[in-house]
């Protein structure tokens, strides 16, 4: 039984930041967007002349849907019959071609589609579970996006939602809710991510009131210090996760006019004048950074420890053991070379300000822990030595040409912390079972277990109120079912 679990699965958000404190020199950006070098897939066929590779097809059988305005089909048994679909169509996805061309179905018709343009996300909630309308608040900035999913390029932002702001949910699912919303005289469903939303209110990061500054010391006389990392946050509170007013470049200078100690993190309280205007006199900045990230001379070094890392990004969780994974290659043959931004934070700022440099396909990185922030997957990697920082996941494999690959099952745990690996055993299928690729109940997907088939169960986790198992096959492949669908004894007869 041939079975896979893409990389696709990663998605993810939660708007969480805190300046790093890193150093970096001599690094150039890149773009995230997978554009960059032409490479095509060619080969030399013995004649000193290049001839197209040949087509190799891998069996699916998935719903997906179309991500483009609009893209033409194209007929697999007559090219001349074409038919245009339109973003969101849904279709049935049949074939995976190496030319990133997938063969699809529509109306009992063969296509050829551009791969790119398809995701198998349930954009629409279809398997999302309904729920009684419940008010939920916004734990910080939260977007509501059109569809369950966060590319900017078709799944555009209705409305960004501010700290305890309500909405009402309508139905659940592992990464998205639906909500209802008010638009004009119209009652839309639209998608804000799950982590993203709470039951009650939050406590406001951006209101000193909630803070005891009283632990603050003055700094008589007051110190000059500077930047010792790329891109350090200067924050309204003394809150990784309170507002960046202005972030600084390496070796800015700072007045430090306080220091204290809040949530077992030493903070600097910092004054930084502000660009005079015409007609204007000066005016300052006064927040707070991070006091690890500051040097007493210019080009001084600090440095964070991965522990100090995953304390101030407590929704981080580092692997059992650290990855080597490799920059996923382009969809699209002309741009086959996809250019990766490396960030000092696990944020996507307007101004790029935290973009520290780039690597790309075919590059090794050190993944040392996997996290949710700012509507992304992100991948805390060590870049340089005993520096860290932040990669989008979704643009990483661990197969070293950039092929998207299978997960292992400390990514997975990674993605799912309400699992954790259990004691080898075997259990047996009491029905048809569906391997499902996350842990929710999946109407299609590209495998099923037969009634008695037996497979490994490698962690176990509690989901939404349902027990779950992940397990392993035989051909060494991660799946999620829940535990009421298994035996821990074969069944006779």
């Known amino acids: 039984m041939k079975k896979r679990i893409l990389a696709l699965l990663l998605a993810g958000i939660l708007t969480a930041s ?52 609009s893209m033409t089909l194209i007929g697999v048994e007559n090219a001349s019959n074409t038919v245009v679909v339109k973003q969101v169509d849904k279709l049935q996805r049949i074939k995976l071609g190496s ?40 734990n910080g900035s939260a977007n509501i996006r059109k569809y369950a999913n966060s590319e900017y390029v078709f799944s555009s932002i209705i409305k960004t939602l501010s700290i305890n702001e309500t909405v009402t949910v309508v139905a659940k699912g592992d990464k998205w809710y639906k909500i209802e919303y008010q638009d004009g ?29 009283s632990v603050f010391t003055d700094c008589d006389p007051y110190l000059t210090k500077y930047v010792s990392t ?43 004048p502000k660009e005079e205007s015409e007609g204007t006199g000066l005016d300052y900045y006064e927040g707070y950074v991070a006091s690890d990230c500051l040097a007493e001379t210019k080009g001084g070094v600090s440095k964070m420890t991965l522990a100090q890392m995953l304390a101030q990004y407590d929704n981080f969780k580092a692997l059992d053991t650290a990855e080597t994974m490799y920059v ?5 043959e002309k741009y086959w070379t996809v250019n990766l931004n490396v960030r000092s934070t696990p944020e996507f700022p307007k101004d790029n300000s935290n973009i520290v440099g780039s690597v ?27 520096e860290y920082y932040f990669v989008s996941y979704k ?4 197969d070293p040409d950039g092929d998207e690959a299978p997960l292992t099952l400390d990514q997975l745990i990674a993605m799912y912390p309400a699992f954790t690996k259990c004691t080898e055993k075997t259990v047996y299928a009491n029905k048809v079972v569906n391997c499902n690729t996350a842990p929710v109940y999946q109407t299609e997907v590209s495998e099923k277990l037969e009634k008695g088939e037996a497979v490994t169960v490698v962690a176990e986790g509690k989901v939404k109120y349902v027990d779950w198992y992940i397990f392993k096959t035989a051909e060494g492949n991660y799946y999620f079912a829940g535990q009421d669908l298994f035996s821990e004894s074969a069944q006779v007869g």
């Open 18 to 69: 805190l300046a790093s404190c890193v150093t970096t020199k001599d690094r150039n950006p890149g773009d995230d967007t997978g554009t960059g070098t032409e490479a095509y897939q060619t080969r030399d066929d013995g004649t000193g002349t290049t001839a197209p590779t040949p087509v190799t097809w891998t069996d699916v059988d998935e719903t997906v849907y179309v991500t483009a305005s």
């Open 230 to 272: 790329y891109a350090l946050a200067c924050r309204v509170a003394p809150s990784r996760k309170a507002t960046a007013q202005i972030y600084l470049s390496e070796e800015d200078a700072v007045t430090v006019v306080a220091t204290g100690m809040i949530d077992g993190m030493e903070w600097s309280k910092v004054i930084i």
């Open 328 to 332: 996923v290659h382009g969809e699209n």
């Open 185 to 213: 005289n119209a009652t839309k469903n639209y998608f804000v991510f799950a982590s993203l939303l709470s039951n009650e209110k939050v406590t406001d990061p951006d209101d000193l009131d909630n803070y005891n500054l």
């Open 360 to 386: 790309t396909t075919k590059d090794a990185v050190k993944v040392v822990a996997t996290g949710d922030a700012a509507e992304t997957v992100w991948a805390m990697i060590e870049y340089g030595e005993g």
């Open 99 to 138: 030319n990133k061309k997938d063969i699809v179905v529509k109306d009992g018709v063969q296509y050829y589609a551009d791969h790119a343009n398809l995701t198998n996300a349930d954009l629409l909630g279809e398997t999302m579970t309904t729920c009684n309308k419940t008010t939920m608040y916004a």
């Open 395 to 398: 643009y990483l494999t661990t």
